[in-house]
């Protein structure tokens, strides 16, 4: 049998951590066992961080290395997030970094030096079954909506139609 992530995200070297940013999930049997570990105050200051993304990480490895190995049988800490052509679901940066490449340093350490996977930017690096962006504003949703679904599709006939 194969190993049932408990963590979904983008994945970075590090082999319990994904970004918070772009958003993660957790599987029910994740968020089971985070809660029946955490829930005790010592073990909650152990991975204590004042970033999130990096605390739930911390957490699930603390988690892994005391709890019965009957608990964690067949679980891995985190889960593939890329599609079948290898592009992303889950991205660290806006949707202009992936696309455009980054422009600063951070960016490019970010998405160089740390990711699990090789990123390539463009049209390459964006899975059609996407699932989020970090820094997205809310007129930048409305604008990838009306991209997305709204706006239709060039039609060859209906232009020759009106020419």
Request: glycine share 8%; net charge neutral.
């Amino acid at each position: 049998r194969r190993p049932k992530p408990v963590l979904y995200g983008y994945r970075f070297r590090e082999d319990y951590y994904v970004s918070g940013g772009g958003g993660y999930v957790l599987t029910r049997k994740g968020l089971n066992l985070f809660g029946s570990y955490i829930n005790n105050d010592s073990r909650y200051f152990e991975c204590k961080s004042p970033m999130e993304d990096i605390m739930v990480g911390s957490c699930f490895k603390r988690i892994f290395e005391i709890a019965p190995k009957d608990e964690t049988k067949d679980l891995i800490t985190v889960g593939e997030t890329i599609d079948d052509e290898g592009r992303e679901r889950f991205h660290p940066q806006p949707f202009r970094v992936h696309f455009n490449g980054p422009l600063n340093k951070i960016a490019r350490y970010w998405i160089y030096d740390k990711a699990f996977h090789h990123n390539l930017f463009g049209y390459e690096s964006i899975s059609k079954t996407t699932i989020s962006f970090h820094y997205t504003q809310p007129e930048d949703m409305y604008q990838m909506d009306s991209l997305l679904y709204h706006i239709r599709e060039f039609d060859k006939e209906v232009c020759l139609s009106h020419s």
